[in-house]
């Protein structure tokens, strides 16, 4: 165990090559949750909830020591009226289509997220990212009364992208759209 301690790999740390091209993966990524982003308009939004906070993306390097971005739509945290359409691109682990909800708007959207292959959280925090996707702290059919807990609560589904920019853009745009549009159903601009 000491002598791994003790060695540092000073080839990889001198890669420029490597680090270049984890550096124009990212900013491909960045480019397409940008113009995933502006294709979404407020009004749309503001159909669902008249208290959203726009739309946001967020970047890291350190999620158990991968690269990470957050595109969030509508941004209601409330742990009783939360509503926010997440994206998460997990360098390594993968691209995840995340709806949070507070309890009172679980109910609402479970036959929709349902029958759409969302799966529920079952991790104690939903930005518990590891447990949920790592660790599958999750269930496919669970039980209504976890609803009523005033918290918030996550839905997770892996999005299944391939091909070019255009073609990842268009796969998530599908998703979020669809929810845009289920939402507006549902909410109407009640939240």
Same mark, same amino acid.
């Given at each position: 165990?000491?002598?791994?301690?003790?060695?540092?790999d000073?080839?990889?740390?001198?890669?420029?090559?490597? +680090? &270049?091209?984890?550096?124009?993966?990212?900013?491909?990524?960045?480019? !397409? +949750?940008s113009r995933?982003?502006?294709? !979404?308009?407020?009004?749309?939004?503001?159909? !669902?909830?008249? &208290?959203?906070k726009? #739309?946001?993306?967020?970047?890291?390097?350190? *999620?158990?020591?991968?690269?990470?971005?957050? *595109?969030?739509? #509508?941004?209601?945290?409330?742990?009783?009226?939360?509503?926010?359409?997440?994206?998460?691109?997990?360098?390594?682990?993968?691209?995840?289509?995340?709806?949070?909800t507070? $309890?009172e708007?679980s109910? &609402?959207? +479970?036959?929709?997220?349902?029958?759409?292959? +969302?799966? =529920?959280?079952?991790?104690?925090?939903?930005?518990?990212?590891?447990?949920?996707?790592l660790?599958?702290?999750?269930?496919?059919?669970?039980?209504?009364?976890? =609803?009523? &807990?005033? /918290?918030?609560?996550?839905?997770?589904?892996?999005?299944?992208?391939?091909?070019?920019?255009?073609?990842? !853009?268009? /796969?998530i745009?599908?998703? #979020?759209?669809?929810? #845009? $549009?289920?939402?507006?159903?549902? =909410?109407?601009?009640?939240?």
């Amino acid at each position: 165990m000491s002598s791994d301690r003790q060695h540092v790999d000073l080839n990889l740390w001198k890669d420029n090559h490597l +680090f &270049k091209k984890q550096h124009r993966l990212k900013l491909q990524f960045w480019e !397409i +949750f940008s113009r995933v982003a502006e294709n !979404i308009s407020d009004k749309s939004l503001l159909k !669902i909830c008249s &208290k959203h906070k726009s #739309i946001k993306l967020s970047r890291g390097n350190d *999620l158990l020591g991968m690269p990470y971005h957050v *595109l969030d739509i #509508i941004r209601n945290f409330d742990p009783k009226s939360g509503l926010n359409i997440r994206v998460l691109n997990w360098f390594g682990n993968g691209m995840f289509l995340m709806i949070l909800t507070g $309890n009172e708007n679980s109910e &609402k959207v +479970f036959t929709f997220l349902h029958s759409n292959n +969302f799966y =529920f959280g079952l991790t104690d925090s939903p930005w518990d990212y590891p447990g949920l996707i790592l660790e599958n702290q999750k269930t496919k059919s669970p039980d209504p009364r976890m =609803f009523s &807990k005033k /918290e918030l609560h996550v839905w997770v589904k892996e999005l299944k992208i391939e091909g070019d920019e255009n073609e990842i !853009i268009k /796969e998530i745009s599908q998703n #979020i759209n669809l929810h #845009i $549009n289920q939402y507006s159903k549902i =909410f109407g601009d009640k939240n």
